[in-house]
């Protein structure tokens, strides 16, 4: 297979999030929500995004409402708009101004490809999202149903990103420990959310070392595919094709990163949104409300309760929270749900104790919060250790390839929706804490050896790139 | 006879910033399914009220449930009435005519096709010579704001608008309210010219 047709490229991933400028009206609802000021132009007339400043968070496509109407005479044919876009030719839902480029066209080639041996990953915001584009109510949680409709679709391997969440956990959490009994720089951030990755790289990069080395979840998965995951399903690492599912637009961008290849190839080759997921289902006419929950396989599939709350703001906060307090006590967190990191608030303080000690952390949603505390670390005031930033209001399920919830006064419901099923699919699952899961801990055992270890770091860790 | 007269909406063009949402949100509330999230649209939005954009004004603009309603007046089949206070085309008797469009002052009516289940409603007898031969036509039918007829809150657009620029008038009561003010104003320009 020609790899231009189908895997992405540095090419792609330079522009995702685009503005059609014969259907922008001049709102300038965008330029409101973007958190980077990327959106300018003249009110009442189109805007434009610097694609410098923009961090492909997608918030602008969730918001915009200015639409491509059958009445609208002076504007180019819906088919060719389609394909400006990336959409699947069998897309029906109306154009807005504001959009992300689609990849879903590359995935039906890839699954369509005989050659290629397609391994899916599903991010935790997916399954509390995906079915309000089938009618079901808001955050309905359907993670078997997923599993059954990328089967049908045709994926070799249906694993999941939660698997590489729990595997993140262990990495981070070891790293959050290394830095505060060995003297790294803190207060660490987490770095799960590609878009407050690139926000630090452009904004802040004198704050590079604050950020953790580790890879998010995604790209986790996509280099733990081509190396274990290869040896697991007997296949050569060159036919993988490395499939993800996210909530999240500039996963993307995340993605197409030069540094993105330690497995030896491309970590992730494409990725797409939930909304791209729900039209690939509808294109392969599957009854995706009627099909019969099935297990994402084992082992790349199996997960915990903590990795599901990376899909809520304060969740990888949480998630880590459990196994950073296992690994300096040796005891299990007496309270699992740490509702002190929980909640709306943008910017929420909490301290925890663990052991003899406090640790002291922050939770940040909504990159516009993100500011006054990246001052106040500059400025040396920071007087936490951890600190979890998510890009997007109410974190992954609130992110910018998510169902787009079509009135704006119901998208404070259709968030607290999803991040209740997410916190419900914690509760309800056996295993809440990511040093519990049992494949993770098989694979530090068979392959990577330990947490922080040489494979782990080859693998699992990464740098950054200032951008200023 | 009745002396309500029919309420209508309107925009504050000084409010309106041309998002149209009020668009969305009034194509929304018409259609047979309920819609929740762009992906779940299976048929074009087809709004009954339509965003204008001049260099002097940006606004929606919408029917004013005309008392003496011209559109009913040119209906060469009687298909719009007043039922309660507003001003209702039967799309059923609807022939597609257009006169209830060339006559609206404020251009407020449409003819729009008709969706049933996602699908685009066909005529039964009238067909269109193509290259491919004859094809079934599709119905177009009469179509403009009906104060959202059945819901049991306000208009959708109103409810939705991000800025408030739309509301809905009851006109005694908006009458009444002017005399209040007008009332009042005057009362404080007075008493400023005693002090």
Known sequence: MDEDIVRMTTADVARIIHIDQELCTGCQRCVAICPVDAIKGQKGQPQTICQERCVACGQCVQICSAYASIFDEDIAPREQKIA????????????????????????????????????????????????????????????????????????????????????????????????????????????????????????????????????????????????????????????????????????????????????????????????????????????????????????????????????????????????SYKLITRESIPEISIRSVRGGAGIRKASVKVGNWTLKVVVVSGLKNAKTVMEQIKAGKADFQFMEVMCCPAGCVSGGGQPKVLLPSDRPGAYVGRAANTYAHDENLRIRESHNNPDVQKLYKFFLGEPLGHESHHLLHTQYTSRK | MSTNLNAFVVADPNKCIGCKVCEVACSVAHTDKEFVTAGMIDTPLIAKLYLVKTLAVTMPVQCRQCENAPCAQVCPVAAITQINDRIVIDETDCIGCKTCLMVCPFGAIDIVPVYRDGEMVSQSTLKVKTAEGFVEKERVVASKCDLCAGRSTSPACVTACPEKALEMIVPKQEKKQRNVDAAVNLLNYVKKFVE
């Open chain 1, 84 to 323: 400006e876009r990336g959409l699947l030719s069998s897309v029906k839902e109306p154009l807005f101004a504001s959009y992300n480029c689609g990849d879903a066209l590359k995935v039906k080639a890839a699954l369509a490809d005989s050659q290629l041996f397609t391994m899916v990953q599903c991010a935790p915001a997916v399954r509390v999202a995906i079915a309000e584009e089938f009618g079901l109510p808001w955050g309905s949680l359907v993670p078997g149903k997923i599993a059954a409709a990328l089967r049908k679709l045709g994926c070799n391997r249906v694993y999941d990103t939660n698997f590489a969440a729990d595997l993140t956990i262990m990495e981070e959490g070891s790293e959050l420990i290394q830095r505060v009994t060995a003297g790294g720089t803190l207060p660490m951030f987490t770095s799960c959310c590609p878009a407050w990755v690139k926000y630090v790289e452009q904004t802040y990069p004198e704050l590079i070392p604050h950020l953790s080395s580790c890879k998010s979840p995604q790209q986790m998965a996509g280099a733990i595919f081509k190396t274990y995951g290869t040896k697991v399903d007997r296949v050569e690492a060159e036919r993988v094709f490395s499939i993800s599912v996210m909530p999240c637009t500039c996963k993307k961008f995340e993605c197409g990163r030069p540094e993105m290849d330690d497995s030896g190839y491309r970590d992730v080759d494409v990725v797409i949104t939930t909304r791209e997921l729900a039209q690939l289902i509808k294109d392969a006419e599957i009854d995706f409300l009627h099909l019969p929950e099935e297990e994402f396989d084992k082992p790349l599939g199996t997960y915990t309760g903590a990795a599901s709350l990376f899909g809520v703001s304060g969740g990888v906060m949480e998630a880590a929270l459990r196994t």
